[in-house]
């Protein structure tokens, strides 16, 4: 590693120190990354390609911190050719576009009092490489990345390990993201939207009931650390409101979980004094989670399917809950029937559910009519629809309360 180098990656080096520094002489920085065993780039595409095997190649990328475009080479060289760079330095720039690797440049410092002079939501990628180091690029310029950034959108940047040696603040690095994003409304959500596609890849119709459950069962530990990432409080939200109803049920009440997945409602109702619980899920690997910690009395594992039925008697349940459960690839509106049979006359379905499916999904727009198609049949009465400000990522939800009437 030259000493030159070594200089300019140290905290007290400003943003336009470091830049100039580049200005001053960009092919030295090739030379010496040709000599260095500099591996970024193609980490950075590599990973590309293997978290988001669906990105096609005309996917809009904006490379970060773009330089002489090596990372771009890579990028071209694996298909992809809608990219973009931006930079702090016109001259280092200048080299890639000699090249011919970028389809359009952005000359700007980035810096985390400076917003870009890019429009919100304009690429599906950002890469970057080489870009967050001491006396360079820090977590505090994330947010304005990630405004640039669609919904949906995958951030991937490659980073030396070794940094927090050189760095206290790096040190820090991904626990201050987490703390920044906390602190500011709804980036904690954007962050994990943008590391997991949750929403992009699960939560859309297009996924049939067979890969909705493999999705979860691939990854079941994963799904804890996702949610918790994504400020998920559907089942606190949902067991409060059970526990505000529960004049109507007591510790006893037979509860059946339905999609329970690892658990997460049923530890929240025991919170709430519920002991009697059961668990419903469609993947076996998610149970197994629950199981593991004991959550459960009984556990089925069984597809639920609007011409299917379930592996459990008539009228068996006081109380059915859900979270997490109706939402584009999971359940719809015409299950209710099905899961209604297990339930005792009298009993309750109550459930949390995301606002605004109805935008993603058509299937979603007749999740009411149906309810009240079913109250107009004298099958069910629904006691309530109550808005909850938070539900996932920053995204309110509603918990419904449905009272059985008949079979
Ligand atoms: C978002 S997770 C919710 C898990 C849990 N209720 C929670 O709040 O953390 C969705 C669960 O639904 C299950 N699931 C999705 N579609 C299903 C179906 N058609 N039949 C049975 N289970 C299904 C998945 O296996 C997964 O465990």
């Not at 180091?133 to 640039?148: N, T, W």
């Not at 998920?232 to 509860?255: M, Q, V």
Request: some cysteine; overall charge negative.
């Amino acid at each position: 590693m030259s000493g030159k180098f070594d200089r300019i990656i140290h905290e007290s080096v400003t943003p336009v120190q470091c830049v100039d520094f580049y200005s001053n002489d960009p092919v030295s920085l090739d030379d010496h990354n040709a000599l260095s065993n500099y591996k970024g780039p193609e980490e950075v595409v590599k990973a590309l390609m293997e978290i988001e095997p669906k990105v096609e190649n005309i996917a809009r990328i904006l490379d970060v911190c773009a330089g002489t475009g090596r990372l771009a080479k890579v990028l071209i060289n694996n298909g992809f050719h809608n990219i973009d760079a931006l930079d702090g330095s016109q001259m280092m720039l200048e080299e890639a576009l000699r090249q011919g690797l970028y389809k359009n440049t952005v000359v700007s410092m980035i810096q985390p009092d400076l917003r870009l002079p890019i429009a919100d939501d304009s690429y599906d990628v950002i890469t970057a490489s080489g870009t967050f180091a001491p006396g360079h690029l820090f977590s505090d310029c994330i947010p304005d990345l990630i405004r640039v950034l669609k919904p949906g959108g995958v951030m991937i940047f490659a980073m030396r390990t070794s940094y927090e040696k050189l760095s206290e603040q790096f040190g820090n690095f991904d626990s201050n993201i987490l703390r920044d994003y906390e602190s500011c409304q709804g980036m904690l959500a954007a962050l994990a939207r943008i590391m997991y596609n949750f929403d992009r890849d699960v939560v859309t119709d297009k996924l049939s009931p067979d890969e909705c459950i493999k999705y979860y069962s691939k990854q079941p530990e994963r799904y804890d650390e996702d949610v918790e990432a994504s400020n998920y409080k559907g089942p606190e939200e949902l067991a409060r409101a059970i526990a505000e109803f529960s004049p109507a049920f007591d510790k006893n009440s037979r509860i059946l979980d339905i999609c329970a997945g690892t658990g997460r409602l049923a530890k929240q109702l025991k919170n709430f004094g519920f002991e009697n619980i059961d668990a419903l899920d469609g993947s076996e690997a998610m149970l197994k989670e629950a199981v593991s910690q004991g959550i459960y009395k009984n556990t089925f594992v069984s597809m639920i399917k609007s011409d299917g039925t379930l592996p459990i008697e008539n009228d068996s349940y006081d109380l059915l809950t859900a979270s997490g459960t109706f939402a584009p690839g999971h359940l719809y509106s015409d299950c209710i029937p099905v899961l209604l049979r297990v339930l005792k006359p009298g009993g309750m379905m109550i459930w949390a559910m995301r606002e605004g499916y109805e935008k993603k999904s058509p299937q979603f727009e007749k999740f009411d009519p149906d309810i009240e198609a079913l109250e107009q049949a004298g099958k069910a009465k629904l006691l309530g629809k109550k808005h909850i400000p938070l539900y996932l990522y920053e995204d309110g939800g509603f918990i419904y309360m449905l009272k059985k009437l008949s079979n």
